[in-house]
T-cell receptor
């Protein structure tokens, strides 16, 4: 199966610690997205990349959050000085090259719990 | 800015009964519309999508949805629900030129035996 993969699937951390999540998109997809989903809500857009360029960041993405996609393949999302409000499911998605419909393929998510 | 409203937070239907989940969107241009399903602790799986053309679209698992521009709606339907359909369903509108999607808050479907 060559779907979107995310690592780790679960992360428990203490407040104030830094965490990093990884996303591996479908290999031929050049767009990659990060979303955050809290309990009882739909996913909220955080940021997206086209190849290695980060084209848009949501206002939800505070200065403590940073995302990279250094070689246009996998991406990392880092949260510094975690807060309890950061507890959520972090979803990654990828989509095909520009010109194709904007269909996004989602990974299984990383569930973050901040104690 | 675009938005999606799913008026029903929770719906319960009996197995074998028909299902309709409502979705209303707000978007200034021609929308790209999606329905996703999410099982507990899992990512989202695309059920169906609408980009243009026929306003009645067929998806996986026997689902269909109808785009009604005049009502800004994209309701999801299934003629006969199976117990395995119990999950959370999300409607989303895709933003042109960016590809990101705006999601509704979801409808949780419970299926009674």
């Amino acid at each position: 199966d060559t779907g979107v993969s995310q690592d780790p699937r679960h992360k428990i951390t203490k407040r104030g610690q830094n965490v990093t999540f990884r996303c591996d998109p479908i290999s031929e997809h050049n767009r990659l997205y990060w979303y955050r989903q809290t309990l009882g809500q739909g996913p909220e857009f955080l940021t997206y990349f086209q190849n290695e360029a980060q084209l848009e960041k949501s206002r939800l993405l505070s200065d403590r959050f940073s995302a990279e996609r250094p070689k246009g393949s996998f991406s990392t999302l880092e949260i510094q000085r975690t807060e309890q409000g950061d507890s959520a499911m972090y979803l990654c998605a990828s989509s095909p090259r520009l010109g194709s419909p904007y269909e996004q393929f989602f990974g299984p998510g990383t569930r973050l719990t901040v104690l | 800015a675009q938005s999606v409203t799913q008026p029903d937070i929770h719906i319960t239907v009996s197995e074998g009964a028909s299902l309709e989940l409502r979705c209303n969107y707000s978007y200034g241009a021609t929308p790209y519309l999606f329905w996703y399903v999410q099982s507990p602790g899992q990512g989202l799986q695309l059920l169906l999508k609408y980009f243009s053309g026929d306003t009645l679209v067929q998806g996986i698992k026997g689902f269909e949805a109808e785009f009604k521009r005049s009502q800004s709606s994209f309701n999801l339907r299934k003629p006969s629900v199976h117990w395995s359909d119990a999950a959370e369903y999300f409607c989303a509108v895709g933003v042109t030129n960016a590809g990101k999607s705006t999601f509704g808050d979801g409808t949780t479907l419970t299926v009674k035996p």
